[in-house]
Nanobody, 118 residues
Framework: QVQLVESGGGLVQPGGSLRLSCVASGRTFSIDSMGWFRQAPGKEREFVAS???????DYADSVKGRFTISRDNAKNSVYLQMNSLKPEDTAVYYC????????????WGQGTQVTVSS
């Protein structure tokens, strides 16, 4: 089994920044790609960003140029640096992991709340 724990959420003003962290424990050798997803109230969960074991990245169009995903394999961690935050970025952010680049995300964290408001 794999456990994922997110941290770093909070309240920030529009235009501000936050850095989310996710630490994996357990059978971490089974994880290939890591990703971030988010779910706003009344909306379905949506893809934000992903990073492969070789650090290839992918982003949703809505966050390109503002968010940066990175990982530290030695620390079994993945990060999401969020800059120029907008009110529409408000959501619960989830860390996820999968066994391969084409596999479904099988491992999920409990989520961390990000609120962008003045």
């Amino acid at each position: 089994q794999v456990q994922l724990v997110e941290s770093g959420g909070g309240l920030v003003q529009p235009g501000g920044s936050l850095r989310l962290s996710c630490v994996a424990s357990g059978r971490t050798f089974s994880i290939d790609s890591m990703g971030w997803f988010r779910q706003a109230p009344g909306k379905e969960r949506e893809f934000v960003a992903s990073i492969g074991r070789s650090r290839g990245t992918d982003y949703a169009d809505s966050v390109k140029g503002r968010f940066t995903i990175s990982r530290d394999n030695a620390k079994n961690s993945v990060y999401l640096q969020m800059n120029s935050l907008k009110p529409e970025d408000t959501a619960v952010y989830y860390c996820a992991g999968r066994r391969g680049p084409e596999a479904a995300y099988a491992y999920w964290g409990q989520g961390t709340q990000v609120t962008v408001s003045s």
